[in-house]
């Protein structure tokens, strides 16, 4: 019997960490258009071993490169049964380099990392700034580039988002962003 949630359950505490910390103290700037015009896919992998997941990201990349932006703009592929561990699904990110760059897809797609227990280098588990990256289950944001430079002509300085996101961190407290990371209310 597995000790996740089902798929519904998923989506629905993916959905709610999106709207109640990344969108609602914006986090990432672009994520606020794609997100309210419907344009992002919610795929849940039910892989338990790291090559069926590269099977499933490779799935989810061919189905985004195959789906105009203007229908499907991203991909949030949440992998909840398989990389809970934070070292194993580190190194599992050169694995999905070596896949972009094999189907020849560096510089169309980039893929951006969300763990719930992400730290990044120099800091301790429980510090606030690790909370950008934070998220309910593993998962692979699956990115446009020619998405990703439209956004940064559109908005400007994209240098100040690192820190004002870290301050944003520091501002809510390890206890809100534990709760809502929880799916709690905020």
């Known amino acids: 019997m597995s000790t996740y949630p089902d798929e519904e ?6 959905r709610h960490w999106l709207e109640q910390l990344v969108l ?6 672009f994520a606020h258009k794609p997100y309210q015009a419907g344009l992002v896919r919610f795929a849940v992998s039910a892989a338990t071993r790291p090559g069926l997941l590269l099977a499933d ?40 380099d070596d896949l972009l760059a094999a189907q020849g897809l560096e510089g169309i797609f980039q893929v951006a990392s969300f763990h719930p227990a992400y730290q990044f280098s120099g ?16 998962m692979l944001h699956l990115l446009r580039e020619d998405s990703i430079e ?5 908005y400007g300085d994209v240098e100040e988002i690192p820190e004002r ?4 961190m520091h501002r809510l407290g390890i206890d809100t962003l ?9």
């Not at 690790?130 to 289950?137: A, D, G, H």
């Not at 439209?150 to 559109?154: E, F, L, W, Y």
């Not at 709760?179 to 709690?184: A, E, K, S």
Request: hydrophobic letters at 35%; glycine letters at 4%.
């Open 57 to 96: 990201l490779d799935r989810e990349l061919r189905h985004l490169q195959a789906t105009p932006a203007t229908e499907l703009e991203t991909t949030l592929l949440i992998h909840p049964a398989v990389l809970g561990d934070f070292y194993a699904y580190n190194d599992f990110l050169d694995t999905v």
């Open 178 to 186: 534990r709760r809502i990371l929880q799916g709690g209310q905020v």
């Open 150 to 154: 439209q956004a940064i002509s559109r």
């Open 24 to 29: 609602k103290h914006n986090l990432c700037p």
């Open 123 to 138: 800091t301790e588990p429980d510090d606030t700034e690790n909370y950008t990256n934070r998220s309910p289950f593993p």
């Open 165 to 168: 996101n870290i301050e944003t």
């Open 9 to 14: 359950q998923v989506i629905a505490q993916t």
